[in-house]
């Protein structure tokens, strides 16, 4: 599953932006509610273009997101691919759906995600403290439509694939 | 052509194959950290150009900052770090005899003297990991001789070690990590034990300490250099306070890190002579004197 030329100039530039929002300094409060702009880039290029980004990119995604968290290798890379998978299997079904079930449906996503970067946190021994724990994923369905929307005109500008 | 649905079994056949792939690299990278090489190409090309350029504009708020201070605002930092230099200098200068003293003591004693470590200054970048660990990004890396479980202090204690290491930049995990631990000495009793992190920035944890210790609060800890990670007698902490329950093994001794941790914005990066060689990544580092301040 190679990325065709002209999906590369707008696919790498979102991804790029959203792992640079993932490391932008935040005053502390702030830090334990930022959403995962990166999965959530990765989940809109999947339902747009499923034939083009799918698991392997995610997983290449995963891996640079966790040298940026200092996480062990894989654990988002982990995240990503399951989460992907699963938008790759019900991509017809997630396109119809009107933005807030969307909003509805990507929350269960990032939670998926959340638990197994947890899970994992668990098996090397330092599970975190979990009472703010899930709020990313909150934060990160509540923006979902504006991602959307942002993400959508972009494609379109740029004309990158037809349909949806 | 594009096609209405996708190919099922291949979908499915590369996932099970990269979620695999996943779990051997994260075992392959906690179990026996091969893959720090693999790590640090990717912080070097792809993440270190994002971070720098993140940085950006915290480095140009302070440099505007520092432009724009005015010529009395300077004066009076000038005057107050004269006097701030001539206290040094005073303590210093019973520091010295103090040392040709126990240096004099120790060859009495026919014990090894300490050998004096370098240190360089470098910076913590304005860059945000993940929020539930204990750690920071350096900007001296590779290129200045950093090596993975180099000791980090600030002008007040022990603040961790190097995990990660890129061309340009490392990662540093606080001793106030969960994972991290680092052998300590308390100073007035010479009681050794083992300082644990929290995940709490201002609190350690010394466990497997009997009830009958002898401990106060108050008391000093330092780095004891058992272990050949970190230097011998670098400060890291003070007791806040110790709780005996009756019925349990050991006392519940918590510390507070002298250094700080959440403060600190220039660090120092300590070489010192480490028994343990397979920590080294390079020998003794050869660096001008002008790398040194």
Redesign the interface.
């Known amino acids: 599953m190679m990325l065709a030329k002209d999906s590369i100039k707008v696919v790498v530039p979102t991804v790029?932006f959203a792992?640079?929002l993932?490391?932008?300094?935040?005053p502390?409060w702030m830090?334990?509610g930022?959403p995962e702009f990166v999965t959530l880039v990765v989940m809109y290029w999947t339902l747009a273009m499923?034939?083009r980004v799918?698991?392997?990119i995610a997983?290449c995604v995963?891996?640079?997101l966790d040298?940026?968290?200092?996480?062990?290798?894989?654990?988002h890379?982990?995240g990503l691919?399951?989460v992907t998978?699963i938008v790759?299997?019900e991509y017809q079904r997630i396109r119809v759906f009107s933005l807030v079930q969307q909003a509805l449906v990507v929350f269960v996503l990032l939670l998926i995600k959340q638990v197994l970067v947890l899970w994992?946190?668990g098996l090397?021994?330092?599970a975190?403290?979990l009472s703010l724990?899930f709020l990313p994923s909150l934060i990160g369905a509540i923006i979902w439509p504006w991602v959307f929307l942002l993400l959508r005109n972009l494609r379109r500008k740029f004309s990158v694939?037809?349909?949806f | 052509m594009?096609?209405l649905f996708?190919q099922g079994p291949s979908?499915?056949l590369?996932?099970i194959l990269?979620?695999v792939?996943?779990?051997?690299?994260?075992v392959?990278?906690?179990r026996w950290q091969h893959?720090e090489t693999?790590?640090g190409n990717?912080?070097t090309y792809?993440?270190y150009p994002?971070?720098y350029?993140?940085n950006l504009p915290?480095e140009f708020i302070g440099w505007t900052d520092e432009s724009l201070t005015s010529r009395q605002d300077l004066l009076d930092e000038k005057h107050k770090l004269e006097e701030q230099q001539l206290r040094a200098q005073v303590s210093l200068q019973k520091l010295s005899v103090l040392e040709k003293e126990n240096a004099r003591l120790r060859k009495m004693l026919s014990a090894q003297t300490k050998i004096g470590e370098l240190v360089l200054v470098a910076e913590i970048l304005?860059?945000?990991?993940?929020?539930?660990?204990q750690?920071v990004l350096l900007n001296k890396g590779r290129k200045h001789e950093v090596y993975i479980g180099q000791s980090i202090i600030d002008a007040r204690g022990v603040m961790g070690q190097v995990?990660?290491l890129g061309e340009y930049s490392s990662?540093v995990l606080l001793v106030s990590d969960?994972?991290h631990a680092i052998p300590v000495q308390v100073n007035r009793s010479g009681l050794r034990s083992t300082a644990f992190g929290t995940?709490n920035s201002q609190q350690l944890e010394l466990r497997y300490i009997p009830h009958n210790a002898d401990l106060e609060v108050g008391d000093e800890i330092y780095s004891s250099g058992l272990g050949g990670r970190f230097p011998p007698n670098y400060p890291v902490g003070r007791i806040v306070s110790i709780d005996r329950p009756t019925g349990e093994a050991f006392a519940t001794v918590l510390a507070e890190p002298v250094a700080h941790l959440?403060r600190s914005r220039e660090v120092l990066l300590v070489w010192h002579n480490p028994p343990v060689k397979d920590v080294l990544i390079s020998e003794q580092p050869q660096l001008s004197d002008e790398d040194f301040e």
């Open positions: 790029i792992l640079m993932h490391m932008w300094p935040l502390e830090a334990y930022r499923p034939e799918g698991v392997t997983w995963g891996l640079l040298v940026t968290q200092g996480a062990i290798l894989g654990q890379a982990l691919v399951i998978f790759q299997l994992v946190y090397v021994g330092h975190p403290d724990y694939s037809r349909g | 594009q096609s996708l979908v499915t590369r996932t990269l979620v792939a996943s779990i051997v690299v994260m392959a990278d906690h893959l693999v790590r990717i912080e792809i993440i994002l971070r350029t993140i915290s304005s860059i945000d990991l993940d929020p539930y660990k750690q995990i990660h990662t969960p994972s995940g959440d």
